[in-house]
């Protein structure tokens, strides 16, 4: 039997709480796992890099450095982009653009850093033939086309060997930058005309090691100098329009220490140099730059130049901050370069000009509007696969596509993929959850589980990623998106509280909290439950009888519930005593002290591991969320289930517990997918408001090995 809930989709659900929309936003609509582009098995490690779309907008090509190969999607149907195989270059594909039905494709074949090497290919996209290849006389990093289709250039970097007399440049030889005609759908190798480079910068002048280009419609190619933080911008024919420094930026309120576990944005950093890399023309005179930062800098976000050197607008930390409040904040990076802006797209969607920012470490692509680059506006932020590298603006089609670069497989994280993004009259479907509004920047990430009070107001806790914050989080859900609205830190004696790693929470009806805390002995982290005030401090903690701690195992308690005077709590997966494929349900009676279990029947996993996460209770049942670890097309379970509350009677512990049955409420997989993405592991948190709605969340894991992608969403009225 299945118990159906009255909404089917999450989109109607959304639908449903969101007015009409005569706003232009851009929406993902589709996700293609470059894994899906190799004959059988696909190699260990894949990526989607640099990406670049046929003068018919219909087929993407991207770049797949570990594979050595470049990769073709056709996207006549964007919405089930469909793979049509890859192509091997005979050496390491670095970038690619395409004008018309040809794509030029940058080749690295260096051998050593010292002697560098590389050539760009001509491959018709029709029959996969190579029609030229033109030794480079290095090592390509970037191209980009002529808007007349009349050339292309390449930045030839000869990048330094960091581990080389710490990293630091100079280190021979300089790099260039080449300049190739095309001319009857190829490259015509005899133009080939260098621009040198050398003598401009103040750091390490001698040694340029150019990163990204882009061209004007004057035919004027801007590059990139990013170990040397500068700028020039060369004319077609080689000569030098004019060069700068790319400057430095005060930095305010940013975190720059990730020694600890925890979000704090008190820091600052006067003059950090902005090191760019990824540049894009936005007019003839203007062009943006992304400072992901490199030797001595990183300034975390967007700069706006004239190509006379004038500066026209910075962003400084304001990109950072709006990551920050949707949970997207890379804390493992906070002492290095943050969010790292890097790769970077132009393109004008209708009458709007739009800059995109792919934000590498923090998995976002930031959408701006520079209909005056003296004022940008920042609209959006798109949720994309782990690490963006590259995109493609397809503005005849109204499409965006993102080629992310991170291959997960060996991490037990999601594989590398491209993703599409629709232009259309619609609401932004993300971000799901945001801090926006509160009086202090705060970051959160890593959502476990979840508890609704009398008022619909939705309590979620963050799990050990963040073991020096420990929080809970105050969530209102009738917002679009819905917002956090305090965080409430979680304490011993006023500081916060060490060694937890809270799974699940629930309402002790006066005011204040139970949480559920897995253990795990080997890092001297107890399982326990403890009693937390309504202001975060923690009142009691109760550790686990013997007879549990004999048999445990350190995957633990997942989410906690309360009936009447017991505390339930599902134990994610089996403890040394579990028949296979049942774990505990277990029992703690507050009045009484007893302790007691049932047992739940899981699913066998076809591949990984299943087990259990939230719980809660409403009406005549207890529902679970019951998972597997496995991402995209491998994920089999994700879904609810119900166990009527007439079954929890617990046994006592060491004797024979009973089983009890289950009844399924929801296959969550539809939910997961409905926004366009690949299906997200950690489904964690359930919480049912009094009305009966339900609400689902995942955790992100603090943005490690993650997209950093949260979905928040409602599930519908859930039968009673």
């Known amino acids: 039997m299945t118990r159906h809930l009255l909404l089917t989709s999450t989109l109607l659900a959304t639908a449903a709480m969101t007015p009409a929309f005569a706003e232009m936003n851009f929406n993902r609509i589709a996700s293609f796992p470059v894994t899906s582009n190799f004959d059988g098995t696909a190699p260990d490690e894949t990526s989607a890099e640099i990406i670049d779309v046929t003068g018919d907008g219909m087929t993407l090509v991207y770049t797949d450095s570990p594979a050595g190969v470049i990769g073709?999607?056709?996207?006549?149907?964007?919405?089930?982009?469909?793979?049509?195989?890859?192509?091997?270059?005979?050496?390491?594909?670095?970038?690619?653009?395409?004008?018309?039905?040809?794509?030029?494709?940058?080749?690295?074949?260096?051998?050593?850093?010292?002697?560098?090497?590389?050539?760009?290919?001509?491959?018709?996209?029709?029959?996969?033939?190579?029609?030229?290849?033109?030794?480079?006389?290095?090592?390509?990093?970037?191209?980009?086309?002529?808007?007349?289709?009349?050339?292309?250039?390449?930045?030839?970097?000869?990048?330094?060997?960091?581990?080389?007399?710490?990293?630091?440049?100079?280190?021979?030889?300089?790099?260039?930058?080449?300049?190739?005609?095309?001319?009857?759908?190829?490259?015509?190798?005899?133009?080939?005309?260098?621009?040198?480079?050398?003598?401009?910068?103040?750091?390490?002048?001698?040694?340029?090691?150019?990163?990204?280009?882009?061209?004007?419609?004057?035919?004027?190619?801007?590059?990139?100098?990013?170990?040397?933080?500068?700028?020039?911008?060369?004319?077609?024919?080689?000569?030098?329009?004019?060069?700068?420094?790319?400057?430095?930026?005060?930095?305010?309120?940013?975190?720059?220490?990730?020694?600890?576990?925890?979000?704090?944005?008190?820091?600052?950093?006067?003059?950090?140099?902005?090191?760019?890399?990824?540049?894009?023309?936005?007019?003839?005179?203007?062009?943006?730059?992304?400072?992901?930062?490199?030797?001595?800098?990183?300034?975390?976000?967007?700069?706006?130049?004239?190509?006379?050197?004038?500066?026209?607008?910075?962003?400084?930390?304001?990109?950072?901050?709006?990551?920050v409040q949707i949970g997207h904040y890379p804390d493992k990076r906070s002492d290095a370069k943050g969010v790292e802006p890097e790769g970077m797209e132009f393109g004008v969607f209708g009458d709007t000009p739009y800059v995109f920012v792919m934000a590498e470490r923090a998995s976002v692509v930031a959408v701006y509007d520079v209909s005056d680059p003296a004022a940008p506006v920042l609209k959006q932020l798109l949720p994309s696969g782990i690490s963006p590298e590259g995109a493609v603006a397809i503005p005849e089609r109204g499409l965006l596509a993102t080629a992310n670069e991170f291959d997960g497989l060996e991490d037990g994280a999601a594989r590398a993929h491209v993703m599409l993004y629709q232009y259309a009259e619609a609401p932004a479907a993300y971000p799901h959850l945001t801090s926006e509004g509160m009086d202090?920047?705060?970051?959160?990430?890593?959502?476990?589980?979840?508890?609704?009070?009398?008022?619909?107001?939705?309590?979620?806790?963050?799990?050990?990623?963040?073991?020096?914050?420990?929080r809970i989080f105050k969530i209102d859900p009738t917002e679009t998106p819905a917002r956090i609205v305090e965080a409430i830190d979680v304490t011993r004696n006023g500081m916060p509280a060490q060694k937890l790693d809270m799974e699940g929470i629930t309402l002790d009806g006066e005011g204040g909290f139970w949480v559920a805390s897995e253990g795990r002995?080997?890092?001297?982290?107890?399982?326990?439950?403890?009693?937390?005030?309504?202001?975060?401090?923690?009142?009691?903690?109760?550790?686990?009888?013997?007879?549990?701690?004999?048999?445990?195992?350190?995957?633990?308690?997942?989410?906690?519930?309360?009936?009447?005077?017991?505390?339930?709590?599902?134990?994610?997966?089996?403890?040394?005593?579990?028949?296979?494929?049942?774990?505990?349900?277990?029992?703690?009676?507050?009045?009484?002290?007893?302790?007691?279990?049932?047992?739940?029947?899981?699913?066998?996993?076809?591949?990984?591991?299943?087990?259990?996460?939230?719980?809660?209770?409403?009406?005549?049942?207890?529902?679970?969320?019951?998972?597997?670890?496995?991402?995209?097309?491998?994920?089999?379970?994700?879904?609810?289930?119900?166990?009527?509350?007439?079954?929890?009677?617990?046994?006592?512990?060491?004797?024979?517990?009973?089983?009890v049955t289950k009844t399924l409420v929801r296959d969550l997989i539809p939910d997961l997918t409905s926004t366009g993405g690949y299906v997200l592991d950690k489904v964690e948190g359930l919480a049912i408001t009094p009305d009966g709605t339900g609400w689902v969340s995942t955790d992100n894991d603090g943005v490690d090995d993650h997209s950093g992608e949260t979905m928040f969403f409602s599930i519908g009225p859930v039968e009673k």
Not at 177 to 199: F, H, K, Q, S
Not at 259 to 269: K, N, V
Request: negative net charge; proline residues 5%.
């Open 72 to 323: 073709v999607i056709d996207i006549t149907n964007p919405a089930v982009p469909a793979p049509k195989g890859t192509l091997a270059v005979d050496g390491e594909p670095t970038a690619v653009s395409i004008i018309g039905n040809t794509a030029f494709v940058g080749v690295n074949t260096s051998e050593s850093y010292t002697a560098p090497s590389g050539f760009v290919k001509a491959v018709n996209l029709d029959d996969m033939s190579i029609t030229a290849t033109c030794d480079l006389g290095g090592q390509p990093d970037s191209t980009a086309r002529a808007t007349d289709g009349s050339f292309i250039a390449i930045a030839i970097e000869n990048e330094r060997d960091e581990d080389l007399g710490e990293g630091r440049v100079p280190q021979m030889p300089a790099g260039d930058l080449v300049m190739i005609d095309v001319a009857e759908g190829t490259l015509d190798c005899g133009t080939l005309r260098r621009a040198t480079l050398t003598g401009l910068a103040e750091v390490a002048g001698d040694d340029p090691e150019p990163e990204f280009v882009d061209i004007n419609g004057r035919g004027e190619v801007v590059v990139t100098l990013q170990e040397n933080n500068h700028i020039a911008v060369v004319a077609k024919d080689g000569s030098l329009v004019s060069h700068f420094s790319a400057g430095a930026v005060d930095l305010e309120d940013i975190d720059t220490t990730d020694e600890r576990a925890a979000l704090i944005f008190d820091q600052s950093q006067p003059r950090r140099v902005r090191e760019p890399d990824g540049v894009q023309w936005i007019d003839d005179n203007h062009f943006a730059i992304a400072n992901e930062g490199d030797m001595d800098g990183g300034a975390r976000g967007m700069t706006i130049f004239h190509k006379d050197g004038t500066l026209v607008w910075e962003s400084g930390a304001t990109l950072e901050h709006a990551i």
């Open 440 to 470: 202090t920047l705060t970051g959160w990430g890593a959502l476990s589980g979840m508890v609704a009070d009398a008022e619909g107001v939705i309590y979620a806790v963050s799990d050990s990623f963040y073991g020096y914050q420990p």
């Open 521 to 659: 002995t080997d890092r001297v982290i107890p399982h326990a439950l403890y009693h937390v005030g309504a202001d975060g401090q923690i009142e009691d903690e109760i550790g686990l009888p013997p007879e549990l701690m004999a048999v445990e195992s350190r995957f633990g308690f997942e989410g906690i519930t309360k009936v009447g005077d017991t505390l339930w709590m599902p134990v994610q997966r089996e403890w040394k005593d579990d028949p296979k494929d049942h774990v505990k349900l277990v029992a703690y009676n507050l009045e009484t002290e007893a302790w007691g279990a049932v047992l739940y029947p899981k699913a066998a996993a076809d591949k990984g591991w299943v087990g259990l996460s939230d719980m809660t209770v409403y009406g005549d049942n207890i529902y679970i969320v019951e998972r597997d670890n496995q991402h995209g097309l491998e994920a089999v379970t994700k879904k609810i289930y119900a166990v009527p509350l007439s079954e929890m009677t617990p046994a006592a512990l060491g004797s024979e517990l009973p089983v």
